[in-house]
């Protein structure tokens, strides 16, 4: 959904996008803290506030003329899709590295995949509801996603095959969303979504498998 609209905050032009993200990461936040505890919702608020600020700073990288020309742009503007990866690229890499040394546990893998849903879901939905766009794409968006997201929370922690059955639905509700966009299919929320999905489809397996071998064993 492109962004259309923009809160004015003393001198400041605040576009609908950080508006949106700013939300989804509180929502994200408190509804890891109720469900896994202080302690997972600070990893997971940690982990991606570093993609936040990775993507905010890649401008430095991408457009570098300008932050030379205007070195107050690195306020205003991001490192766009580039710079997004970048920072999905640290957080995989963070994820897997906690992962080696002992920190991130099956439970902290289902909290930090359980966040990035909820911050992709609240972020497309905050998006509808604040920009300008066609109807049927902005009712569509919300109710798709506000359906999943009511049946993601009701079975992340209720089924032997969460790894992969909500994965998958996450990545195919998506693919259903991005589908009736006028902008066309493939854009950075969907690849998001897509590299989510498959990361913690295998991560998790992964895990889950060593977890039944330790009890087997």
Known sequence: M?????FTIGSLSIPSSWIAIITAFIIAYSAIRFRYGKLLAAYMGDTFFYLAIIWKLSIIVTDFGSILRS???????HGGAVGFCLGL??????????????????IGLQAVFTGAVIIQVVYQVMMAVLNEGDIIA???????????????????????????QLALL?????????????????????????VIGFFFMAVLGKRQKEDRLEEQG
């Not at 492109?2 to 923009?6: A, D, E, I, L």
């Not at 070195?71 to 503007?77: C, E, M, Q, S, V």
């Not at 690229?89 to 099956?106: P, S």
């Not at 996450?170 to 897509?194: C, D, N, R, W, Y």
């Open 138 to 164: 902005q009712v569509v968006t919300i109710v798709v996603f506000v359906l999943f997201s009511v049946f993601f929370w009701m079975n992340s922690k209720n089924t032997d095959q969460w790894p992969f």
């Open 2 to 6: 492109p962004v259309t609209t923009f």
């Open 170 to 194: 996450f990545m195919a509700v998506h693919l259903f969303v991005a589908a009736v966009q006028p902008e066309g299919l493939i854009k950075t929320p969907l690849l998001s979504t897509l």
């Open 89 to 106: 690229l640290f957080l995989v890499a963070k994820v897997l590295w906690d992962m080696k040394k002992g920190r991130l546990d099956t």
């Open 71 to 77: 070195p107050l742009a690195i306020f205003y503007f």
